[in-house]
């Protein structure tokens, strides 16, 4: 069994923030996710009207980046923590049930009709999917034909990754090629995938 220091303890917080500890966990997403996200955000032509989901909306800082991009659209975030579904309905106030709706809930078991959203956008989460094939069956799902999928993590080395998978129960770092694999099972037809060093971003259309 896995001894649990002080630091491994708030680590475990990267997957389902709680508390003092998950809120201070949130806070530093919203900061140093930024630069990640922005370039994952880069990698898609956003047209005004698109209908968004973006699953593992953390503090909700990618939802008020997809608001501006879509101004005509609607922005919905699911996050299977209590935590960071009220942080980031707080961070989003302004568009919150206007044009930004927020609510906990399961990757695994989406909350919404077939064919609902025009992109999905996953941040730095797709490491805490389980299983993470039904979880990608569920984006499928959930996505219009033709609709894009964006993925976008820091990690992607199966091995590196071990300083951090060794530390938070559940966490898995898959490789690009596992990932694209996966993808294609799940329904996807058309993947392309920017690497640097280890930080991918995955761009999926079914």
């Not at 698109?50 to 800082?61: E, H, P, R, T, Y």
């Not at 909350?111 to 805490?128: I, M, N, Q, S």
């Amino acid at each position: 069994m896995r001894k649990k220091n002080f630091l491994n303890k708030v680590l475990q917080n990267t997957s389902c923030p709680q508390g003092f500890w998950g809120r201070m966990i949130l806070r530093g997403m919203n900061r140093f996710h930024a630069s990640l996200a922005n370039r994952g955000m880069k990698q898609v032509e956003w047209q005004p009207e698109w209908n968004v989901l973006d699953i593992g909306c953390g503090g909700g800082a990618n939802l008020k980046r997809l608001l501006n991009l879509c101004p005509k659209g609607n922005i919905y975030g699911i996050d299977l923590s209590e935590e960071s579904v009220s942080f980031a309905q707080k961070y989003n106030t302004k568009d919150l049930d206007k044009r930004c709706f927020i609510q906990q809930g399961d990757v695994c078991s989406l909350p919404y009709k077939e064919e609902a959203f025009d992109a999905v956008t996953a941040f730095e989460t797709v490491y805490f999917w389980s299983p993470v094939n039904k979880a990608l069956s569920e984006v499928t799902r959930v996505l219009r034909k033709g609709g894009c999928f964006l993925i976008s993590l820091e990690a992607s080395d199966p091995e590196l990754g071990k300083m951090w998978t060794e530390r938070i129960d559940g966490m898995v770092v898959y490789s690009p090629a596992e990932l694209e694999e996966r993808l294609y099972e799940a329904g996807f037809s058309s993947i392309r995938t920017i690497r640097k060093k280890e930080e991918i971003h995955i761009i999926a259309h079914k």
